[in-house]
């Protein structure tokens, strides 16, 4: 049940869930209690020792709730909620995303996607395909280039047996579980198997493949004698900035490295940003460890573990993307396996904790110097807002033909690039004023009528000319907020109603973010370019006319942009273009002409 309230003492003596609001009825607080009445009677007293509490209840008038059956359902829903509605007042994952996960397929041959970690999943499989040759494309109708160059043994085409291929994926699935060692010694059964029977070919590949999976083995270079897998969690706060960090622990081998920076708990101490990061942290599709090392134990640990253990016995995690299941590849009994939290106080695993609490402050260091510039960034560019978030534009296009735009985005001064976007633009060219104004207009009209935030300052690329088309943009749409251009000569920044383009020194961390900006924005943009233009250039309708090969199609595609411009054009336009005489051009009109009729 659910009920809205403003006296403590009407609430019920049970577990559930209370949502403290304001006056507008926004949320301010999500907090979960065994018992709701006891719980939150507490925020009600005269002295509050907390200066966060206090700052609440000013703000506070009344509230809501929601009984359940149990805290550790009370849990689940604090989570949910905090999730959905991201309240001022708690602690807070900074942009907690949904990261995709490794997926093994139940197809006949499985292929690998998303991932969790992206950059170190995506750098191990960059090593285990050319061992194992993994398919990593959902093609089913033949061999590809992989094959031809020895990278995917080709099931699809029937090269190889169904049986061969999954023993392939088995021994991955081993790998990615921590157990290299049990990998290598059935390689070298195999391959000793092999080469008893006298199939040397085969000894020899196994061979090969042993090799390089020790080159890979060697890239982990952390490692200790347990075979549990675990995750090390320390945090940093410097009162203005907090950072958690994650170790992943399998199999007695560091595995990997997350961090993450945490909203609304800065005036919280280490036990609670820790409980609330681990209840936001494992509420998502991500494999749960045996046991959670910390560096100060959290309160509501027995609940907390009892949560964690249920998940597991479950048997899959709710994602955004799915389920995902959990296979036990380890031989525990799952059905009595639990979780455990514990902050070691000797040995290895106490300075385990002690070298990621260090990393915490590392990185925090890291994000305070990146503020740092970026309130500099605030102060030049005399915008309202640290620029937190930092949109840019860039226009690629070939004498107006193709043409393209990208945006990319910077969130605390570093490149986000799920968030980048590209654009093919419409606008007849050559018109990069025009260009600007289509691409701006499109990505705020989105933004207007999704009712997103918008960033706290808008980069284009150009000097004066396309910042006023930025500014006008932006005002007939209602948005205010920062927006320059960034011109590349002589690194001129043009501001709104300043006559004279701004010179930052040129050993200042502000200019350092804007080139960074600038810069990503204009290799995006060009790369995207380059891909439209290839893709024309690899495969057109010219190649069937008599007479044109790879350099007369190429030139023609230069000349005119792409296929449709060629196919509109007069016979005496396409007689202008390089290598290509008047009959040829003829021929081409006629031949172009008499496939459209």
Request: proline share 5%.
């Amino acid at each position: 049940m659910s009920a809205t309230i403003s006296n403590p003492n009407d609430l019920p003596e049970k577990p559930g869930v209370y949502l403290l609001k304001d006056v507008q009825d926004e949320i301010l607080y999500v907090g979960k209690a065994k018992s709701l009445k006891k719980r939150v009677k507490s925020y009600f007293k005269e002295e509050l020792e907390d200066p966060k509490t206090r700052v609440l209840m000013r703000h506070f008038h009344h509230m809501d709730y929601l009984v359940t059956d149990t805290e550790k359902e009370a849990l689940i829903l604090e989570s949910n909620l905090i999730k959905k509605h991201l309240p001022r007042y708690n602690i807070r994952l900074k942009d907690d995303k949904r990261y995709p996960y490794l997926q093994i397929t139940s197809e006949d041959y499985p292929y690998y996607g998303p991932f969790t970690d992206v950059t170190s999943v995506r750098s191990l499989l960059k090593l285990l395909k050319p061992v194992f040759q993994l398919r990593d494309c959902k093609r089913m109708d033949g061999s590809c280039l992989n094959y031809q160059i020895d990278l995917c043994p080709a099931p699809c085409s029937g090269q190889v047996t169904r049986k061969y291929y999954h023993e392939n994926v088995e021994k991955v699935k081993l790998f990615l579980e921590g157990r290299q060692k049990e990998v290598m010694d059935l390689l070298k059964k195999e391959m000793e198997q092999a080469a008893a029977n006298h199939h040397y070919e085969k000894a020899v590949v196994i061979r090969d493949q042993l090799f390089s999976l020790g080159e890979v083995m060697e890239k982990q270079k952390m490692e200790f004698n347990r075979s549990l897998d675990q995750d090390i969690i320390a945090t940093a706060n410097d009162g203005e900035i907090v950072v958690v960090v994650v170790f992943r622990v399998m199999n007695g081998k560091i595995m990997g490295k997350d961090d993450f920076l945490m909203e609304g708990a800065q005036e919280n101490s280490p036990p609670e940003i820790l409980a609330a990061f681990i209840k936001q942290y494992y509420s998502g599709p991500r494999k749960v460890p045996a046991e959670i090392l910390l560096p100060v134990m959290i309160d509501d640990r027995d609940l907390i573990e009892k949560w964690l253990s249920d998940k597991i016995h479950d048997g899959e995690y709710d994602g955004a993307e799915g389920t995902v299941d959990v296979e036990d590849l380890s031989g525990m009994d799952l059905n009595t396996f639990s979780v455990s939290l514990r902050v070691p106080d000797e040995g290895l695993e106490y300075r385990l904790v002690q070298m990621v609490t260090k990393n915490a402050s590392i990185i925090l260091n890291h994000h305070k110097q990146a503020r740092g510039a970026l309130l500099d960034l605030k102060t030049y560019l005399k915008i309202p807002r640290i620029p937190r978030r930092i949109e840019a534009f860039d226009i690629s296009n070939l004498a107006g033909q193709m043409a393209v735009a990208s945006m990319v985005v910077f969130e605390d001064g570093k490149p986000s690039k799920n968030h980048y976007r590209k654009y093919k633009l419409e606008t007849p060219g050559p018109d990069d004023y025009g260009m600007m104004r289509e691409v701006l207009t499109r990505r705020y009209n989105k933004l207007m009528d999704k009712g997103e935030t918008p960033p706290d300052l808008v980069v284009v690329d150009g000097g004066r000319g396309q910042l006023n088309i930025a500014i006008d943009v932006l005002d007939s749409l209602g948005i205010k907020t920062g927006v320059i251009g960034l011109a590349k000569e002589f690194e001129q920044v043009f501001i709104p109603e300043v006559a004279i383009p701004l010179i930052l020194p040129s050993n200042s961390p502000a200019l350092h973010i804007l080139q960074r900006v600038r810069d990503e924005a204009h290799r995006f943009a060009v790369k995207y370019h380059k891909n439209l233009r290839d893709r024309n250039l690899k495969s057109s309708p010219l190649d069937e006319i008599p007479g044109i090969g790879p350099k007369r199609k190429m030139n023609l595609l230069r000349h005119f942009g792409d296929f449709e411009s060629v196919k509109n054009a007069s016979i005496d336009e396409i007689t202008e273009v390089k290598g290509i005489h008047r009959n040829l051009a003829c021929e081409i009109y006629g031949y172009l002409h008499q496939a459209k009729d």
